[in-house]
């Protein structure tokens, strides 16, 4: 099963509409990063969460994780059409001792003009 | 600052053939991973380094992908033969040095690989 479950799988949306994206682990989360990708290209990072409860803003996005839960979340309020990608969210669930990260399949957004 | 390189950004080969993509990780930067990105996935790790020494190759399918990184620095992955289902985006990330929290990762723009 897929340590790292985002949802939804893709997304469409109207612009200035608001959004959210969910990433749930099956694992302790030590470390929540948020990334987005064009199709076919490098990821861009986004967001680092690490500690429970975190909340941090870039501009129209928003990440939040719930330690609890094992999970984050990823706001866009007011999308545009520069929002359109993939996002990713990637987790350390070793703790850090080596830096590794484990991926999501990612959440695809389409914003209509 | 100069981000992550990679090149070349594709490269199609036919099945059988070997084929090579070089990364160069931001200046400073310790650890360089790669990573296998399959359509519709998200990228799984093949290979980590720390300087010039090996982190973690558990994912790397050692009978056909080999990868260095000789003074630290710069690394090579290579795949010899390839199979069709190495057709993927082959990406570069760095970071600065793990340490009791995970580092971020800066990736580069990433190789399309295509294995006709």
């Known amino acids: 099963s897929q340590e790292l479950e985002q949802s939804p799988q893709s997304l469409i949306v109207q612009e200035g509409k608001n959004l959210t994206i969910n990433c749930t682990s099956s694992k302790t989360l030590y470390g929540l990063y948020w990334y987005k990708q064009k199709y076919g290209e490098g990821l861009i990072f986004l967001m680092m969460l690490q500690k429970g409860g975190e909340e941090k803003s870039h501009e129209k996005i928003t990440a939040k994780l719930d330690e609890k839960k094992q999970q984050s979340s990823l706001h866009i309020t007011a999308s545009q059409p520069s929002h359109a990608g993939i996002y990713l969210c990637g987790a350390d669930v070793d703790g850090g001792s080596q830096g590794n990260l484990i991926f999501g399949k990612g959440t695809k957004l389409s914003v209509k003009p | 600052e100069a981000g992550v390189a990679q090149s070349p950004r594709y490269k199609i080969i036919e099945k059988r053939q070997s084929v090579a993509f070089w990364c160069n990780p931001i200046s400073g930067h310790a650890t360089l991973y790669w990573y296998q990105q399959i359509l519709g996935q998200g990228p799984k790790l093949l290979i980590q380094f720390q300087n010039n020494g090996v982190v973690d190759d558990s994912q790397l399918p050692k009978d056909r992908f080999s990868a260095e990184r000789l003074k630290g620095v710069d690394s090579t992955l290579k795949i010899q033969p390839a199979k069709l289902e190495d057709s993927a985006v082959y990406l570069c990330?760095?970071?600065?040095?793990?340490?009791?929290?995970?580092?971020?990762?800066?990736f580069g723009p990433g190789t399309r690989l295509t294995v006709l």
């Open positions: 990330a760095s970071s600065y040095q793990p340490g009791q929290y995970t580092d971020t990762q800066y």
